[in-house]
């Protein structure tokens, strides 16, 4: 049965009590790309967070830091002029507005003036400069134990040390080999390359050698004379970067590196995690087919193995995403992420692989683990339990296992906890709701709401936006869709259809929020007559293991099977114009899309792919074989998935972008899709981006999402 939500910006609109004509007005393609973000955005807190340990919160207004609690008022805590008198005295230049900053402790702040780290006493107004960093410095680390800054320059690892001098960590000359930055194409939760101890006495970090890795040249026309550069591109089936972890002991000046057997050499160390006394490193180490995933100790002082405390295999995938997080007052033990049992739960180890207990199971996901109160006997976690599209926040005793939820609206919530556990701000928003922040104890109960936020597309005349399921392909499995009906609707008559798409694993386009998780382009696709739909079918994400798996050794196949279903369910509507289907993707999304026009000709009429995939084995390892396994491996897997295969398939009209300067989806791709169309003699149209790598950004965009709705206007509509 479809379970449908039916609440628009119509029906918004009719609340309001709103006249017709304030309700005429029509986005602009500037509104629709850069407004999203600014005029339209819902209004916000600007850096609303707890104040250090206390259970009172800090915000930004006016370039001012505010500070309240639950139960008083804001008042003001620093101000601009507060931090540039300070500055003064430090002689550094002024700020002209107040920066991002942390909490040291409850009166202290700490933030960047340029390449100065500075602390700032509240109750003193004063600035202390901790550290001044070289200028090329990226990749930046701080330590708050010892105030030290770990960093890289090029390809090397450096810090400063206590005396404020530059300290190298490796002096690595070949240009293959690149020290304390992501690896493996930040995949498996990668996200950085360098790992302080606990303490500070240490310092964990990447070191990756891509002599073997085979370099793709970029033409970057942005320069006096086009500037080749060779990229790093290791493709399905060929050779790897050969990763390895090294641990410098600050006391000591000395490497030593972690003795990980397991596997071939081109295996991945994922999840890199120091034990909570900093005397244990804690790795994943997964074989390079990622079917088989060990959890491993080793000694952070020899770098010598000790123990594997688990082990994970699949036949289709392996995918550890998330580091250990360890209990301080319980240094034994640590919570563990895995969707071994068909969904991410977290399970609670000791140190020496014993399981101690699951605390989270069901047919659901723990999307976000929070982290502990205080006292450790609380763990806040999200949650998908009461809806896929949903977000809501726990609260979990470790003792007894005890949960509440502790955001009751539907929708999807963003929450940050108090240190004490005593309460929460909870930022959410819905599909009918902009965002509502509210403060919130610990069990849930409101508060102090500190934000209703208005609709800000109240006077423009939008489409009206339902949610809802259809089964998928299987016949068994809901899928979630999007649907947005032309603004001045007319049951009466037929209109054409735009699908967005993307449906590849780590994306899910449909959610409870404001607008539904649509961009305002949607929408303005809408006002120009269009049904615009989504579809997250099988292989998309947070629906579990199963659900994402189907995909394993066959992309673009069952999420094809699914989005039929989709283009069935638009068929039934008495609204839509069968004979007028388009669809439209990016990415993963325009590896769908290209897919959909040639697998099914008589279906859709037009089509704009963005940087698609066209051939997996043209695409990185890491990603690539993960699904799909290498070329030697799944050469029927290869064929099936390719579309230079199906060019010569293609009926309707195809328009294909590409940032000229990809690094991610290779140009390989879609000139070679152009190619084939030459050979088999088949119109294609193609539009290239001199300035963009994988995503059309600023201004650019306007002119992409320009040329995309033009290209649906004069072949579709």
Partial sequence: MKKTIILGAICLLALCDISVYAQDKVLSMKDAIIGQWQDFYPENIYKLDWRADKDEYCFIEKNTIMVASPKLAAKKLVSLDDLNAALSVASISKLKRIPAFS????????FWANTSLLHYKISEKKAQVVLNADTKAENKSFCEVNNQLAYTIENNLYFVGKDGSDVAVTSDSDKNVVNGQAVSRNEYGIDGGIFWSPRGESLAFYRKDETNVTSYPLVDINTRVGDLREEKYPMCGMSSELVSVGVYNLKTSKTVWINATDFDKERYLTNVSWGAAGKFIYIQVLNRASNHMKLNKYDAATGEFVKTLLEEKDDRWVEPQHKLIFLTNKPNQFIYQSNTAGYNHMFLYTTEGKLIKQLTKGDWMVTKVLGFDKLEKNLFFESTEVSPADRHVYKLNLKSGKRVQLTKDAGYHDVKFSKSGA???????????????????????????????????KDYNLGEISLGTIKSADEKTDLHYRLIKPADFDPSKRYPVVIYVYGGPHAQLVTNRWLGGARLWEQYMAQRGYVVFTLDNRGSANRGKEFEAIIHRQCGQPEMADQMKGVDFLKSQTYVDADRIGVHGWSYGGFMTISLITNYPDV?????????????????????????????????????????????????????????IDKTVLWQHSLSFVRECIKNNVQVDYFPYPRAEHNVRGMDRIHLKQKVSNYFDDYLK
């Fill in 604 to 660: 859709f009429k037009v089509a704009v792919a963005g940087g698609p995939v066209i051939d997996w084995k043209w695409y990185e390892i890491m990603y690539g074989e993960r699904y799909m396994d290498t070329p030697e491996e799944n050469p029927e897997g290869y064929a099936m998935t390719s579309l230079i295969n199906k060019a010569k398939d293609l009926k309707g009209k195809l328009l294909i972008c590409q940032g000229a």
């Fill in 423 to 457: 309460y929460i701000i909870d930022n959410y928003s819905s599909l009918n709701v902009p965002r509502i922040i509210n403060i919130a104890d610990s069990r849930g109960k409101i508060v102090k709401n500190l934000i209703k936020a208005e609709n800000k597309l």
């Fill in 103 to 110: 909490w040291v402790d409850a009166n202290t702040i700490q």
